[in-house]
């Protein structure tokens, strides 16, 4: 599977963006798709997830700021991010897992910035 992300950018804190994903190359309803966070210095951490079926599960510090959704007819996941927080800013990668193998696969990342 090939992921295509876009949407990233500078907003001010209090602000939205919203990133999304365009997946090709495989049956998209076999993947469980995320979307991940990394700053310079620190492992790359888990923002959402929602499963084939549409379950989302989020981290603590992005419930009820952020949503992610999936489009299983146009192969999209998308990222809606509400109240950003300058903590927000990092480089944002979207993930999809195959729910056969458990292989995690990537696309490039999307720069988000927050300004105070």
Do not use: H
Not at 32 to 56: C, D, F, H, K
């Amino acid at each position: 599977v090939q992921l295509q992300a876009s949407g990233g950018g500078l907003v001010q804190a209090g602000g939205s963006l919203r990133l999304s994903c365009a997946a090709s190359g495989s049956i998209f309803s076999f993947y469980n798709m995320g979307w991940y966070r990394q700053v310079p210095g620190r492992q790359r951490e888990l923002v959402a997830n929602i499963t084939n079926g549409g379950s989302p599960n989020y981290a603590d510090s992005v419930k009820g700021r952020f949503t992610i959704s999936r489009d299983n007819v146009e192969k999209t996941v998308t990222l809606q991010m509400n109240s950003l927080k300058p903590a927000d800013t990092a480089v944002y990668y979207c993930g999809a897992q195959s729910t056969y193998s458990g292989r995690l696969y990537w696309g490039q990342g999307t720069k988000v910035t927050v300004s105070s």
